[in-house]
């Protein structure tokens, strides 16, 4: 799982700021996913990508979120006009298989 | 709603103990359980769970799945101060879409 980059590492943004999170996959992997971790409460999914297209948005809040993963260039969450709500860890996986290999994170702290 | 529940929620034993994690789920596709650790950054891979009564292993951790009664185990013998973490249930739906629903988790703690 050291092969999902992820940056930064730490995020603060104040509200009403844009945050936009990084994601490389592992080499030789072609989908990415999103998954979001609120203080005391377990990993929720969030989108799921692949080179160009979004296949499963069903875990993305309808407004200010989005996600792309471009045919070139890793794949990158935006949260628009961030809430102290959106304070959170966001995890990027990839995969070959079944199996997701999650980065490190980033964590996301709204003042 | 598909949903997945690990118990306890949190776990304090000394080194040498012997821990059970248990997590059970009710989902409407049930595709494989996957078991991970997290130490405060990436959770790391541990097991992949398909088929009933088939123990997985790897060290001092064992993993089993009972798809009838729905649940999962994951046991550490002679635990040591470095299983110290959060251990993660989750569920692959059969959607193709690796969208894991996961269980809030199992803090365990373990002393010298």
């Known amino acids: 799982n050291a092969g999902v980059m992820q940056n930064p590492r730490h995020l603060v943004r104040r509200r009403g700021q844009e945050a936009r999170l990084r994601c490389s996959p592992m080499k030789g992997h072609s989908h990415v996913y999103w998954y979001r971790q609120l203080p005391e409460e377990g990993l929720k999914f969030m989108v799921y990508?692949?080179?160009?297209?979004?296949?499963?948005e069903s875990g993305m809040p309808k407004e200010r979120f989005s996600a792309e993963f471009p045919k070139e260039g890793p794949s990158i969450l935006r949260i628009q006009q961030v809430v102290r709500g959106d304070s959170a860890a966001y995890f990027c996986a990839s995969s070959p298989d079944e199996k997701l290999f999650f980065g490190s994170g980033t964590q996301l702290s709204v003042l | 709603e598909d949903k997945v529940v690990q118990s306890p929620l949190s776990l304090v034993v000394h080194e040498g103990d012997t821990v059970t994690l248990n997590c059970s789920y009710e989902?409407?596709?049930?595709?494989?359980l996957l078991w991970y650790k997290q130490e405060k950054k990436a959770p790391t891979f541990l097991f992949m769970l398909t088929s009933s009564g088939i123990e997985k292993k790897s060290g001092r951790l064992s993993s089993i799945l009972d798809k009838k009664e729905l649940f999962s185990i994951l046991n550490i013998t002679a635990t040591q101060t470095g299983d110290s973490a959060v251990y993660l249930c989750?569920?692959?739906?059969?959607?193709?879409?690796?969208?894991?629903?996961f269980g809030q988790g199992t803090t365990l703690q373990v002393k010298p």
């Open positions: 989750a569920v692959d739906l059969s959607s193709n879409t690796g969208k894991l629903i």
């Open positions: 989902v409407t596709n049930f595709r494989s």
């Open positions: 990508l692949q080179k160009e297209n979004i296949i499963d």
